[in-house]
């Protein structure tokens, strides 16, 4: 469903990101994978290389530092003609109840789940749409829709993006290029590892399809989006939530 396709997976050594780096390598994408840890991203590669016939390139850089953004891209830019797919995938959580948020809190989540993707899909839309059209898929989440207790710094984040998604899908299209978001629900990651039993439960008792998602599901659903069977979608959340929200 990808084949020739260039796809940057950023946050690519996550839980999501590592499913979804594979699902398109068993789909033929050219993957370019992003994290800031050098060797998770190096034993990634070697993985998929292990399992799936098909190019794989890596860029190491801290999403939150412009200036290494600025100088991956140049490097990238000498390197590819074009890029296909982004997926703006790294992303941290961080709890805190509404009274003991802190600024320093605010600001690491905020600059690393959203003036990041700022940042990295300016410079990927201008490798978009030229010779075919591009896709960006910004992984945002259920939280970002409902939120929840002692998530209000990351659930802002999250809706954040759900806006800048349709803000970009208005702008881009007349360039050749769709944007869209996926909001996961609960989702089985290091990540949702993180909250406490009682936290977990809460969720999980929404549920109506009565599982917990995998990273898989995900996956699949960013697979759809960037592939041509989404030729005519754009400025759309696509909740993989199991049915928390019916």
């Known amino acids: 469903m990808l084949a020739g396709k260039t796809t940057l997976i950023t946050g690519a050594t996550g839980g999501i990101g590592k499913a979804i780096a594979a699902t ?8 370019i994978l992003q994290s800031r840890d050098e060797k ?17 390139s890596t860029v190491i850089f801290d999403v939150t530092k ?31 109840l509404f009274g003991m948020i802190s600024s320093d809190m605010v600001e690491n989540v905020y600059k690393t789940n959203v003036f990041s993707l700022y940042e990295i899909s300016q410079y990927c839309s201008r490798k978009m749409g030229r010779d075919s ?9 259920i939280m970002g ?27 881009l299209a007349a360039s050749n290029i769709r944007v869209n978001a996926i909001s996961p629900g609960f989702i089985n990651t290091n990540m949702t590892n993180q909250l406490t039993a009682k936290e977990r439960k809460s969720f999980v008792d929404t549920i109506k399809m009565g599982r917990v998602g995998s990273a898989e599901d995900v996956a699949n659903a960013a697979l759809f ?22």
């Open 24 to 31: 398109f390598a068993d789909n033929n994408a050219h993957l």
């Open 40 to 56: 998770k991203l190096e034993d990634l590669k070697q993985n998929l290389k292990n399992s799936y016939h098909c190019k794989i």
């Open 66 to 96: 412009k200036e290494e953004i600025k100088q991956a891209f140049r490097n990238l830019y000498k390197e590819i003609h074009s890029i296909d797919v982004l997926v703006n995938n790294a992303g941290i959580m961080q709890a805190a």
């Open 133 to 141: 059209p591009g896709s960006i898929i910004n992984i945002s989440s």
């Open 145 to 171: 829709t409902n939120g929840a207790p002692g998530q209000s710094v990351y659930s802002g984040s999250k809706a954040a993006l759900i806006g800048i998604t349709k803000s970009m899908a208005k702008e």
């Open 225 to 246: 989006l960037a592939s041509d069977l989404a030729s005519y979608i754009t400025g759309q959340n696509i909740g993989v939530d199991g049915g928390m929200l019916i």
